[in-house]
């Protein structure tokens, strides 16, 4: 395996995800953020990617500001709909800019399109491969994990398999699909250590403000909400404030389980806002 061009932080580690903002209003708004969430005193932000380029631009100034404001930005880089050289130029511009880490994807292609449309890459095992080739261990090299599995893999053996693929091809450190199950991260780890795998996984923690919108999102992306949890949610009815409320103590309960069961760090979904992620992780001693 390779070896990283980060240093090994303090744990546990603290890292944000963000997506590029559409409007000047937004841009605005995660500068106010970034600035808040800063203080926390993160390892790094992350900043999504549209598959097939679709936020191409807004990634990259997304991570400029971030690195402007003096911390460590990683990329997103969702392959799929790419060519090898959309992917080339896009590394050598992060490496330009001085940045030391990516997230690396296969991305969903959007609705209707299909085989013919995947670009030069069809599974994110290749673009780790292929940003090893390209950049040596110029970036530490994140991938993604499922403790539910991945709604496409034929079975939970065959994503754990495709897993190690995407590990033995050169990640560094791997980042969860949210969850809010802790057993789940704990065998999907213990399953990692069986196959002789090291890395660190990081577990996604998404905060709830918006139960509906999490649950529509949570169906399309295979992302499990119990039903003691969706039961409590709904009693809530129209009543955010409560929900939230409890949504916050029931969020940082669940980033309470997984470090106290060993999980190197957490990285949040914070959907560019600052609550409630500072929340959670003031609860947590952050
Ligand atoms: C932390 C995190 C950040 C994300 N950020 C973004 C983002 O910025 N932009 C975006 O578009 N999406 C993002 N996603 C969503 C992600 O792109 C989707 O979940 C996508 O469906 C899978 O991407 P992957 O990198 O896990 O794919 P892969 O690792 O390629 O796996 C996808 C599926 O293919 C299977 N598979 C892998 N290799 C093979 C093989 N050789 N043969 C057959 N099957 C195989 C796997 O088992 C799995 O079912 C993110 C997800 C996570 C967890």
Redesign the pocket.
């Known amino acids: 395996m390779s070896q990283s061009p980060v240093t090994s932080y303090q744990s546990p580690g603290l890292s944000f995800?963000f997506f590029p903002p559409k409007t000047d209003q937004g841009r605005e708004n995660l500068k106010n953020t970034l600035a808040e969430l800063g203080k926390l005193n993160p390892e790094y932000f992350s900043v999504?990617?549209?598959?097939g380029g679709s936020t191409r631009e807004g990634t990259v100034d997304t991570i400029r500001t971030i690195l402007d404001a003096g911390f460590d930005a990683a990329p997103?880089i969702?392959c799929i709909g790419s060519s090898k050289e959309e992917i080339r130029s896009l590394l050598e511009e992060y490496k330009a800019m001085g940045v030391k880490r990516v997230?690396?994807?296969?991305?969903?292609l959007p609705s209707g399109m299909g085989v013919g449309q995947y670009g030069d890459f069809q599974?994110?095992?290749e673009l780790v491969r292929f940003i090893r080739e390209q950049s040596g261990d110029a970036f530490r090299i994140e991938?993604?994990?499922?403790p539910e599995f991945?709604?496409?893999?034929a079975s939970a053996r065959?994503?754990l398999l495709?897993?190690r693929?995407?590990v033995e091809a050169g990640a560094d450190e791997a980042?969860?699909?949210y969850f809010y199950n802790a057993d789940a991260y704990i065998h999907f780890v213990e399953s990692v250590r069986k196959m002789g795998l090291d890395i660190p996984v990081v577990p996604?923690i998404m905060p709830i403000s918006n139960f509906q919108q999490l649950s529509r999102f949570s169906a399309a992306?295979g992302a499990e909400i119990p039903r003691w949890l969706r039961k409590r949610m709904e009693g809530y009815g129209d009543d955010l404030e409560p929900m939230r409320k409890a949504a916050t103590e029931i969020v940082a309960r669940l980033g309470q389980q997984l470090l106290d069961a060993g999980a190197p760090g957490l990285?949040f979904y914070t959907m560019n806002k600052v609550e409630p992620t500072r929340e959670i992780c003031q609860r947590l001693g952050w």
């Open positions: 995800e999504t990617y549209g598959a997103h969702a997230v690396a994807l296969r991305g969903d599974f994110a095992t991938v993604a994990a499922y991945h709604p496409q893999s065959d994503d495709h897993f693929e995407k980042i969860t699909q996604g992306c990285h």
